[in-house]
């Protein structure tokens, strides 16, 4: 299958590059810029399917704008479903954020309850409801809090409990959900091969895991005492469930603990 891939070059591009090759796709995964309406067209033209993994997401190394993002998330998406359609694409595989299920955290949340975005997140749902007003082959995968290589996760997450002023958000109790970059990038290839048609995919590990226990985790990797809460709450408590992926035959490899 020729795949059109943009976003090659980021932390989740780069991951699935290698794989998609692998599973015999041919790729056209070059650096191109997605608020280029023309580029865009040239780009998606001859593809069987387009990948999209462009964003602007700031990184723990300085990289990436929130304002830069939501303009990829919103024109980008426009773009893309234009292009998509005026080249005569049919399936674009998007990635999302899981982070949209932020509605309840009494259980974990499934692709059937609702979403919501505010914030940073307001572009991640408009971006959806670009896809879903689409005439096209859609098929959204919403990837919990990235961590892996390339991802400054797990690296920062180290620091943190090394840090003598570091507080865990809160009283620590809020739930997250996390997702190895390299099986959100199984995942991504798993919707494409076998994912129904305009049908959101949540992909996460196993189990969402209390702040309290992941930085316990990570501190007892490091020998130190864990941190104390008391911090800023930085997002909104969530936690989602990966049964409708598993059902595809994906499974997470990795676990953070």
Same mark, same amino acid.
Do not use: Y
């Given at each position: 299958m020729r795949l059109a891939v943009f976003g090659a070059t980021g932390v989740a591009g780069r991951a699935l590059v290698p794989r998609a090759i692998a599973a015999g796709h041919s790729l056209r995964a070059e650096r191109?810029?997605?608020?280029?309406?023309?580029?865009?067209?040239?780009?998606?033209? $001859?593809?069987?399917?387009?990948?999209?993994?462009?964003?602007?997401?700031?990184?723990?190394?300085?990289?990436? #704008?929130?304002?830069?993002n939501d303009r990829i998330r919103? *024109?980008?998406? /426009?773009? &893309?479903i234009a292009a998509c359609a005026?080249?005569?694409?049919?399936?674009?595989?998007?990635?999302?954020v899981a982070m949209l299920h932020c509605v309840a955290d009494?259980?974990?949340?499934? *692709?059937? #309850?609702?979403?919501?975005? $505010?914030?940073v997140l307001a572009s991640a749902l408009d971006m959806e409801e670009l896809l879903r007003a689409?005439? &096209?082959?859609?098929?959204?995968?919403?990837?919990?809090?990235?961590y892996g290589p390339g991802t400054g996760r797990d690296e920062t997450?180290? /620091? *943190?409990?090394?840090? *003598?002023?570091?507080?865990?958000?809160? #009283?620590?109790?809020?739930?997250?959900?996390?997702?190895?970059? #390299?099986?959100?990038?199984?995942?991504?290839?798993?919707? &494409?091969?076998r994912g129904d048609s305009q049908q959101a995919y949540i992909a996460c590990d196993d189990a969402p895991l209390r702040l309290r226990d992941l930085y316990d985790c990570v501190a007892a990797s490091q020998a130190v005492a864990p941190p104390k809460a008391g911090g800023v709450q930085r997002m909104r408590s969530f936690r989602v469930s990966n049964a409708k992926l598993r059902a595809l035959g994906w499974k997470p490899n990795h676990r953070a603990c």
């Open positions: 191109t810029d997605i608020l280029d309406g023309q580029a865009v067209i040239r780009f998606v033209q $001859d593809s069987h399917a387009v990948i999209n993994l462009a964003t602007s997401i700031p990184t723990a190394g300085g990289r990436g #704008d929130w304002t830069t919103r *024109e980008g998406t /426009a773009n &893309l005026q080249a005569g694409v049919k399936t674009i595989i998007q990635q999302s009494d259980r974990p949340q499934t *692709e059937d #309850d609702p979403i919501a975005g $505010d914030g689409a005439p &096209l082959d859609w098929r959204i995968v919403r990837g919990a809090l990235f997450w180290i /620091a *943190e409990v090394r840090s *003598e002023t570091f507080r865990i958000p809160g #009283d620590a109790s809020a739930w997250v959900s996390l997702v190895h970059v #390299d099986d959100f990038t199984d995942a991504m290839l798993a919707v &494409l091969h």
